[in-house]
Nanobody, 114 residues
Framework: QVQLVESGGGLVQPGGSLRLSCLAS????????MAWYRQAPGKEREWVAT???????GYADSVKGRFTISRDNAKNTVYLQMASLKPEDTAVYFC????????WGQGTQVTVSS
């Protein structure tokens, strides 16, 4: 079973940048689709971005052009580079292993505030 640990969250001012990391253990990520989701206070968890093993990506309209998902299979890690951050990006961000037996990380808090 894969275990996922996110890191890189924190407090950032509007317009700032952060890079989130998701380190996997227990199995190799290669061959699997990976995704990032987020959940803001009082709201449902929402999809942010997806990356296939081949590197194809997809983004929610709300983050398109500002966020970039990437992966390093050699390091068993997925990243989410976030730029031009807005207060509405404030949420707990979760890494997701997309599979028949899916897995989620514990999340990392991102707060965008001046």
């Amino acid at each position: 079973q894969v275990q996922l640990v996110e890191s890189g969250g924190g407090l950032v001012q509007p317009g700032g940048s952060l890079r989130l990391s998701c380190l996997a253990s227990g199995r190799r990520l290669s061959g699997n689709v990976m995704a990032w989701y987020r959940q803001a206070p009082g709201k449902e968890r929402e999809w942010v971005a997806t990356i296939t093993d081949g590197g194809s990506t997809g983004y929610a309209d709300s983050v398109k052009g500002r966020f970039t998902i990437s992966r390093d299979n050699a390091k068993n890690t997925v990243y989410l580079q976030m730029a031009s951050l807005k207060p509405e990006d404030t949420a707990v961000y979760f890494c997701h292993f997309v599979a028949i037996n899916p897995a989620w990380g514990q999340g990392t808090q991102v707060t965008v505030s001046s």
